[in-house]
């Protein structure tokens, strides 16, 4: 049997259908920033830290950088740094339309010394990342579903409330599992 030609995920939100659970991915919306057949690279949208950019970063950084919440990106190395910027126009984009990944601070401080008004940052400690054939084997056990993702995920919906938000957007047998306990024995 042939393999399947390989699909990239990119720009998919992978969301934990409660078969992570007892996990760090339990409930967790990932947004796939990259995947190639090397490995993926992605980024929890909805496990914020209960510390500020300020209090965790060094640099000298713009405080309307430094007052954001920060946000746990994934297990993978604790003290990288990536964040994602969204603008109303950002044409070399690298993830979806208007939403680019970056990791460098000098590119965070000349977003944070920006003034356009449309310009959105969220800053994540930590990554989520998959090596050679390692997401493609978890999708075919169906630890994840997907979902279109679109910069509101990202931006404009309360992380807390993030995971139960793009159930219901999926619709179907999701609805229901969007209103479980963490734990369906407990049903």
Same mark, same amino acid.
């Given at each position: 049997? #042939?393999? /399947?030609p390989?699909?990239?995920?990119q720009? +998919?939100?992978?969301? %934990?259908?409660?078969?992570?659970?007892?996990s760090?991915f !339990?409930?967790?919306?990932?947004?796939l920033?990259q995947? !190639?057949k090397e490995?993926a690279? $992605? =980024?929890?949208l909805?496990?914020?830290? %209960?510390k500020?950019?300020?209090?965790?970063?060094?640099?000298?950084? @713009?405080e309307r950088?430094? %007052? +954001?919440d920060?946000?746990?990106? $994934?297990?993978?190395?604790? +003290? &990288?740094?990536?964040?994602?910027? /969204?603008n109303?126009y950002? @044409?070399? &984009?690298?993830?979806? @339309?208007?939403?680019?990944?970056?990791?460098?601070i000098?590119e965070l401080? #000349?977003?944070?010394?920006?003034?356009?008004?449309? !310009?959105q940052?969220?800053?994540?400690a930590?990554?989520?990342?998959?090596? &050679?054939?390692?997401l #493609?084997?978890?999708?075919?056990r169906? !630890?994840?579903?997907t979902?279109s993702?679109?910069v509101d995920h990202v931006? /404009?919906?309360?992380?807390?409330?993030?995971w139960? &938000?793009?159930? =219901? #957007?999926? $619709? $179907?047998?999701?609805?229901l599992? /969007?209103?479980?306990?963490?734990?369906?024995s407990?049903?």
């Amino acid at each position: 049997m #042939e393999d /399947a030609p390989f699909k990239s995920l990119q720009g +998919q939100l992978l969301i %934990d259908g409660n078969n992570l659970a007892g996990s760090f991915f !339990s409930r967790t919306v990932v947004l796939l920033c990259q995947h !190639s057949k090397e490995g993926a690279f $992605g =980024l929890v949208l909805n496990r914020p830290m %209960d510390k500020t950019v300020g209090e965790m970063i060094v640099e000298d950084l @713009p405080e309307r950088i430094q %007052d +954001q919440d920060l946000s746990i990106g $994934g297990p993978v190395q604790a +003290q &990288a740094m990536s964040f994602l910027h /969204a603008n109303d126009y950002l @044409p070399n &984009a690298n993830i979806i @339309p208007n939403l680019n990944l970056e990791h460098s601070i000098d590119e965070l401080l #000349e977003i944070g010394n920006s003034f356009s008004p449309t !310009s959105q940052v969220r800053i994540f400690a930590g990554y989520s990342g998959w090596g &050679a054939g390692q997401l #493609e084997d978890e999708m075919k056990r169906n !630890s994840w579903l997907t979902h279109s993702a679109s910069v509101d995920h990202v931006f /404009a919906i309360p992380p807390e409330q993030l995971w139960r &938000a793009v159930m =219901l #957007e999926m $619709g $179907g047998v999701n609805r229901l599992m /969007a209103d479980a306990p963490d734990d369906l024995s407990w049903n």
